[in-house]
């Protein structure tokens, strides 16, 4: 089992910028890929970024250019680096891994941080 924990996330001016953490704990080894999504009141929960295990990345179109994700060289903890920050940034930001071994297939979410950008 895989455990995550998010970190980062607040308020902020647009135009600003934020960094999202997220710590994998547990059974990493079994981590394909880990990724970052959001939801606002009243939306569909949607993809921001993705990073596979061999470090592949994939955008929403909304936000190519403006967001970077990243990990540590240990793949314990991935980042997600958000500059130029717009009020349509203002959503809860969950942190998912995708995880499989020996058969098993799995999606694990952290809890939820909150990000919020002021006009």
């Known amino acids: 089992q895989v455990q995550l924990v998010e970190s980062g996330g607040g308020l902020v001016q647009a135009g600003g910028s934020l960094r999202l953490s997220c710590a994998a704990s547990?059974?990493?080894?079994?981590?394909?890929?880990m990724g970052w999504y959001r939801q606002a009141p009243g939306k569909q929960r949607e993809l921001v970024a993705t990073i596979t295990r061999g470090g592949s990345t994939n955008y929403a179109n909304s936000v190519k250019g403006r967001f970077t994700i990243s990990r540590d060289n240990a793949n314990y903890t991935v980042y997600l680096q958000m500059n130029s920050l717009k009020p349509e940034d203002t959503a809860d930001y969950y942190c998912?891994?995708?995880?499989?071994?020996?058969?098993?297939?799995?999606?694990?979410w952290g809890q939820g941080i909150q990000v919020t950008v002021s006009s």
């Open positions: 547990g059974r990493t080894f079994t981590i394909n890929a």
């Open positions: 998912n891994a995708a995880t499989a071994f020996v058969g098993t297939r799995g999606d694990i």
